[in-house]
């Protein structure tokens, strides 16, 4: 009842990472003080104050593991099991964000959207198909049969013989044909058909997924024009176009999140104001969790456009001086640079050809990080080096804030991944991700040396052309 710890088996020092003699007889929220904020909290003690097993899944970032956790309680205290399932929480998130973007893309684009499992022989048809061809595709269930069976009789030996030597092909992994396809109301559609070969382990095809471009009145302009090379690259063009509103649909899909939030924070300002003075303590926290939810949503959707847009530079390249950006940096965030007293040094930096997005994010995310993760009353001392190399140049910038533990130094670069709680250090964990994306888009490389309470380096490189 006092929350001590009396049990503790050999799996939870495993999942845990504590050993039992370090853990018995000590109160639990002191061990975990990081747990406090979480879930764990909250369902412990509503075990403990109403008697009621209760069962929850729970990620834990500071081991970085998923568990799934049962609490039983007694007269005297809690019974508590832990079962790690990291590894198929993982594949559930991944399984599930790989099929709503499947389904989203599905209803945004023109194409026709397929799926063919190979190893069930079943089909799979988007809304494309009811656009593009008239067909219900909720009436009906679509088999590789009922596909074949629309296609042009000239044509379907030759595509039935194409997709089948695709699949028995153990080297490869992308299939297209161009054929007339027979619509809901008879005519025929000249369609491009494009799909990916995905195989297992022993390299049999067990599905393909792709799509079908309706590309009939191009095909018509050709034929009457005798222009075949001018039609091809018109064609090339619109399949480029389409390839590219689909990337993009998850930018617009981004902005679209935002107008939500923007209502959510407007109605919670509108009942703190207007109500205030009606509400007990517990419902102006609840009002300010909500607010403060929606901005951190919002600025997460902000993080993820410029990591999106990373490696998709808008401009041409040019002659950039990186003493200039650092310069502009200064600028930008002398409040903040006052207030901590830092000294950003650097000189000789060169003038490189290049694009100016992705450089300036690079120089920025950097610095934000130096600055950020500063020592408490130590001025930050940042500086930047660059090494002239045989073919490339060699970038450093070091600081000597907090340090980072060697095991995380791949961790840092990854997206959403935080070393620190919220309450210590805000952000959204992506800053050192798009430095990574824009090095990676540059030709270059990046990477890290630190020490725990000393400072860190980071290093990254440029090609010289």
């Excluded at 309680?73 to 399932?85: A, C, N, Q, R, T």
């Excluded at 023109?110 to 190979?118: G, H, K, L, R």
């Excluded at 690079?362 to 001025?379: E, F, G, M, R, T």
């Amino acid at each position: 009842m006092e929350w001590t710890v009396t049990y503790w088996n050999k799996q939870s020092e495993i999942i845990l990472g504590r050993n039992k003699e370090n853990v018995l007889g000590k109160n639990l929220w002191e061990l975990y003080p990081d747990a406090v904020d979480s879930d764990f909290y909250v369902q412990y003690h509503r075990a403990m104050e109403t008697g009621e097993t209760v069962n929850f899944e729970e990620y834990y970032p500071t081991l970085d593991i998923w568990v799934e956790v049962t609490v039983y309680p007694s007269e005297i205290g809690l019974s508590v099991y832990f079962k790690d399932i990291t590894l198929r929480k993982a594949a559930d998130i991944r399984l599930l964000e790989a099929n709503e973007r499947f389904e989203i893309i599905t209803r945004a684009t023109n194409d026709a959207i397929w799926d063919y499992n190979i190893v069930e022989n079943t089909l799979f048809w988007g809304d494309g198909f009811k656009t593009l061809f008239g067909y219900d595709v909720d009436r009906i269930s679509p088999t590789l049969e009922s596909w074949t069976s629309h296609i042009h009789p000239d044509d379907r030996e030759q595509v039935e013989k194409s997709v089948v030597e695709a699949i028995e092909d153990m080297d490869v992994t992308i299939w297209q044909e161009e054929y007339r396809y027979r619509k809901a109301d008879g005519t025929f559609a000249f369609v491009y058909d494009k799909g990916m070969i995905l195989r297992n382990q022993t390299g049999k095809a067990v599905r393909m997924m792709g799509a079908m471009s309706d590309f009939t009145q191009l095909k018509k302009q050709e034929l009457e024009l005798l222009e075949i090379n001018e039609s091809l690259k018109t064609y090339a063009k619109e399949l480029e176009r389409s390839n590219e509103e689909l990337e993009q649909f998850a930018f617009v899909t981004s902005h679209d999140l935002q107008e939500p939030l923007r209502m959510i924070s407007s109605f919670m300002d509108q009942l703190k104001r207007k109500y205030s003075d009606q509400l007990d303590d517990r419902a102006q926290q609840y009002i300010h969790f909500a607010i403060d939810g929606a901005k951190r949503m919002k600025q997460i959707i902000l993080d993820l456009l410029l990591y999106s847009r990373a490696n998709r530079p808008e401009e041409q390249a040019e002659l950039i001086n990186l003493n200039e950006i650092v310069s502009e940096y200064t600028q930008l965030r002398r409040k903040l640079i006052a207030e901590k007293k830092a000294v950003i040094s650097y000189e000789g930096l060169p003038v490189l050809q290049t694009y100016r997005a992705p450089m300036t994010h690079i120089i920025h995310c950097l610095l934000d990080n130096a600055l950020k993760y500063s020592k408490d009353q130590v001025p930050p001392q940042i500086e930047i080096h660059a090494t002239k190399k045989r073919s490339l140049w060699e970038f450093a910038i070091k600081d000597n804030g907090i340090g980072i533990d060697q095991r995380f130094y791949n961790k840092v670069f990854v997206i959403f991944q935080r070393l620190h709680n919220r309450d210590q250090y805000d952000g959204t964990g992506i800053g050192l991700s798009i430095a990574r994306r824009s090095v990676e888009f540059l030709g270059g490389t990046i990477w890290l040396e630190s020490k725990v309470g000393e400072g860190s380096t980071f290093y990254f490189t440029l090609p010289k052309k």
